[in-house]
């Protein structure tokens, strides 16, 4: 009997969320109009709800021992397309996605992704850095997919809005915690034959992570991979799912050796640094100069970006982009690895099938050159140092 009843209430409980997030999310195939004014009164109460919880104090987290983990926020952006257009997207409650088991994601990987940081300032803003760079690389990335492109304004507009939602879960200043943007798209309607899909949804989600390296940034060891990660004229440029998929033995196997990570070659030759599973390289030879892969099968990193801006407009030093060759690695100053996560991580050595390569730069602390560049980078994302036109998007 009490199980029963206990049944019951939870029924009720799910059925009533289930009208719920039926309320707030927008289903494929409701018209436009009704969509639309269904939009504008939950977006009314959105902000209605927003304004009261404006006060509302941060989450009770203590942000100084969060790890690089998920942690759900409580708001999450969803915009879906069907019959060629995207409609107008909303914020919603609901964390959980449900597909059909036949859709194009889960059968044929049709999904792409992006990944920014929301922080807090010196004096207190919630900012992003350069956002219009993440809409851009998402659009190479639909494109090279044969899915639809999301708008970059709307891409920039979504982020903000997801933010401004989440306010209570962005760390603040001093904190070293951010507060992780993760955009994804994928083909959500059935597909069998190999085909693009036709529906897609483009979500948003949130999560705070903690300082990347706690207690300072430490050295890492990372071998030569003999796993590729890009075929040639391949995918390796874009932000796709399938590629990290597939990284996926090659980093558990690199972790199994004692490695922190794989830096892998072009796959054509196996002569020239291309990248890590996450991160681009930066080195800085024996006269200071900072050198950089260029290869069209590695990520272009918007971090890698930044740092060779700064290095050339804010440090005044000399910037290669070329190939590089394993070969002369053993001839670097220095050497890190570039991505949003970390901003930079310092290697210290790079173990290429039992030769070891030790960077002159050792195992105990960043070199100085990538020291200044990490130093001026975070300086500029933090507000202690002016940043250059248009690379800091004040939210709040
Ligand atoms: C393969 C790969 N390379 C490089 C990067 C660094 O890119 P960004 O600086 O834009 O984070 C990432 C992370 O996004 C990545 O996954």
């Known amino acids: 009997m009490i199980f029963i009843l206990t049944f019951s209430v939870k029924r009720l409980i799910i059925e009533n969320e289930l009208e719920q997030s039926d309320r707030s999310a927008p289903k494929p195939g409701e018209s436009a109009r009704s969509t639309a004014v269904t939009e504008e009164k939950d977006q009314a109460a959105f902000y209605q709800k927003r304004k009261e919880e404006s006060s509302m104090e941060k989450k009770n ?64 803003h919630i900012v992003t850095f350069r956002p219009d760079l993440n809409a851009e690389r ?53 597909v069998i034959g190999v085909k693009p899909a036709e529906e897609y949804q483009f979500r948003i989600l949130t999560t705070p992570v903690g300082p990347y390296f706690k207690g300072g940034a430490k050295p890492i060891t990372i071998r030569v991979s003999d796993f590729d990660r890009a075929a040639p004229h391949g995918t390796g440029h874009i932000k796709a799912g399938l590629n990290y998929a597939m990284s996926l033995h090659a980093i558990v196997s690199a972790h199994k050796e004692g ?90 050595k790079i173990v290429d099938h039992g030769k070891e390569i030790c960077l002159p730069s050792g195992m105990t602390e960043m070199g100085p050159v990538t020291k200044k560049l990490y130093e001026t980078l975070t300086g500029i994302q933090m507000g202690r140092i002016e940043a250059p036109e248009g690379w800091i998007h004040v939210i709040k």
């Open 138 to 190: 998402l659009e190479q990335s639909a494109q090279r997919l044969e899915m639809p492109v999301f708008p970059r304004d709307r891409f920039i507009d979504a982020v903000n809005q997801v933010v401004a939602a989440n306010e209570a879960f962005v760390p603040p200043y001093g904190s070293g915690a951010t507060l992780y943007i993760r955009p994804y798209m994928f083909g959500s309607n059935p």
């Open 259 to 348: 490695y922190d990570e794989n830096m892998y070659l072009d796959p054509a030759t196996r002569t020239k640094v291309e990248e890590t599973g996450g991160a681009n390289f930066l080195f800085v030879t024996k006269d200071g100069k900072v050198v950089t892969p260029k290869s069209s099968s590695i990520l272009p990193s918007i971090t890698r970006r930044s740092l060779v801006y700064v290095a050339k407009e804010y440090l005044g030093l000399e910037v290669e982009e070329r190939e590089v060759l394993l070969s002369e690695v053993s001839d670097m100053a220095e050497c890190g690895l570039c991505g949003t996560a970390a901003v930079i991580s310092p290697v210290g």
């Open 61 to 124: 987290i203590d942000w100084g021992n969060i790890g690089f983990g998920y942690i759900q926020t409580d708001y999450r952006y969803v915009s879906y397309f069907k019959n060629g257009a995207w409609d107008n997207g909303q914020i919603t409650t609901d964390a959980n996605i449900v597909l059909n088991e036949c859709a194009g994601v889960l059968q044929y990987a049709q999904t792409i992704f992006e990944g920014l940081k929301a922080y807090t300032t010196e004096d207190g």
